[in-house]
């Protein structure tokens, strides 16, 4: 466990030092956030019955949290640390290989937490209000900082798997259509067939339900615990993955 | 430790046996290799590049899986114990391993905290360590704001937060000014006057000579030579007179010369014949004289004993910067 606080303080220290790569990151969905506001909002008003009285901007704001938290940022740093040489000195070092992996991992929290609190206070300031309250708006944020861990274990499993910056920096457009094949503008039942049998068979899609359903309906247990199933489903996997590469690097 | 084989009864720092790294594409970096080292020594791994160098270095550290054959280092089987080993160890490899992101004392401080070295023991090491390798001054500063020098220090330093048993240096001087190699050659020496086994890699003909007690050359994969420096260029057995030809014919040169007494082998280097003879003092008088004989107008004749870059033009046909010369 030193070893990962060791490793993660110092990722988190890259954060603070190098704000760059963290800030364009929150324009894009603070951007999508206002542009879909503007757009739609006179198209669903509050009346509309899939909001239960709220404006658009909280049916929107889960898939601006997303958007925030999901980054290849860990993966981008671990692949120009094998570009530097610096992954071979922390190879060499007489620590669990995992350690590598979970200090970045840490710093993904970190960064999630922070990035899903900023685009959370836009959400509020564009006029959503939580439905469970203060104690959801913190469940909201943490969930959410936790499926930008789980996300970024893909990041990390391509910089492990290719070594290659390009590789690693393109892995993040995967997320468009895992974002996207969602009931991310509309509820299901408003999607066209086709889009409803890939938004359902799109795990994403009970992550944005889950995180929703805080914000628009309160403390709906099962959409929650869907919601948390899928992250940490999602995250075993990756990690799992990421620590079978690194495990096996070089060989 | 064991002991190195039938030489000596000094325990030996690292051993290989048939060591092999066959990568993908059947490509052989490293062809069955033996190597033993003593504890205590400066070993000097000397070839060109892609010779196999860094390959060996890499299997040695853990890095790499040998693909046949064993090791040991510091007493520890590579393959069986490699997280053993890596706590005997410290390594700094041809590419500086630095975060630019930390200042050099983080660095430092997380790389004590990686060997177990925590609280203010921690923070001692790293002064200490700054201290002996000049960056006290500089310890606050990102280490991307660092000269090459500089960064190659903080690397070595980093290397010895734990005083290694075994020490791995690949290259590390390559690419520094005369300035910081001398610097870094003083630091292996202080390190090695401590207790420290010192494997060194290089491409540096003067670096081995200076520096390493012993050595192997290295070539395609396989050792070709393999003893102390001293040793190695006795064995060569010869002086080299060299001939600077200054717009001299070669070819007539070389016929002038060719029947000198004691003469082993002539090669051509560009503008330059190298004589290699038995004793070279012995025969400038008639090289003189022979070169009057044909009014042969030569630049400047030059007697050495001969260097490591002969020894290596020996085994493998080839001056070590890997100029093709044509041996005669």
Redesign the interface.
Known sequence: M??IF??GR?SV??IL??PEATIPVLFIPLFFLAVNIGQVSETFPSTTPFLEGQSYVAFQLPVSLLFAVATAISGLALVT?ID????????????RRSSIIFGRLAADLVRGLGASTVVLLAGLAFGAHMESGVLGAIVLVILAALFGVAYAGFGVLVALRTRNVQATNTSFILFFPLLFLTPNFVPFDRLTPLMEALARANPVSYVIEGLRSLVIEGWVLDKLALCLLVIVAMGGVLTALSLRAIATY?? | MGKLPGVDTAPVAVQARSLKRTFKGGIEAVRGIDLAVSEGEIFGFLGPNGAGKTTTV?ML?????PTEGSATVAGVDVVADP?EV??R?G?A??????????TGR?LLE??C????I?GAQARARTNELLELVGLTEAADR?TKTYSGGMKRRLDLA?ALVHSPVVLFLDEPTTGLDPASRLTVWDEMRRINGEGTTVFLTTQYLEEADKLCDRLAIIDAGEIVAEGTPERLKAEMGHDLVSVTLDGADAETTKTALGDLPGLERIVAEPDALDLYVDDGAALIAEIVRRLDRERIQVGGIAVARPSLDDVFLKATGRRLEGQEVEAE
């Open positions: 030193t070893e060791l490793l110092r220290r890259e030092r190098f640390e530097l040489g610096y992954f071979d000195k922390l190879l060499v070092a007489p620590i070089d060989r | 890499r550290c853990t890095l790499l899986p997280a890596r706590r160890i390594v490899l041809q590419e500086i391993g630095l975060d630019p992101v930390q983080e997380l790389q905290g990686l060997y177990g925590r990102r980093s």
